[in-house]
């Protein structure tokens, strides 16, 4: 079961290349999270290139 879905996506090149920066940021701020899945989507047309990655995590209680 899931608790919260944290979402990360980028359409610029050099947001692209930073996305896994912003991820273990991300990973470091919320450790209240344990990420039980993820997906990654690629999608583009003749312009643009979206890259996202979907995290699915569970809230860790005491």
């Known amino acids: 079961m ?8 980028a359409t ?5 290349r930073s996305l896994g920066v912003e991820i273990t940021n991300w990973l470091r701020d919320s450790p ?19 890259l996202s990655i979907t995290l699915f995590c569970k809230e860790l209680t005491e």
């Open 32 to 50: 209240r999270f344990q990420v039980m899945d993820y997906v990654v989507t690629q999608s583009s047309d003749q312009s643009f290139h979206c």
């Open 12 to 16: 610029k090149a050099n947001d692209r």
């Open 2 to 9: 899931f608790d919260h879905v944290e979402v990360f996506t």
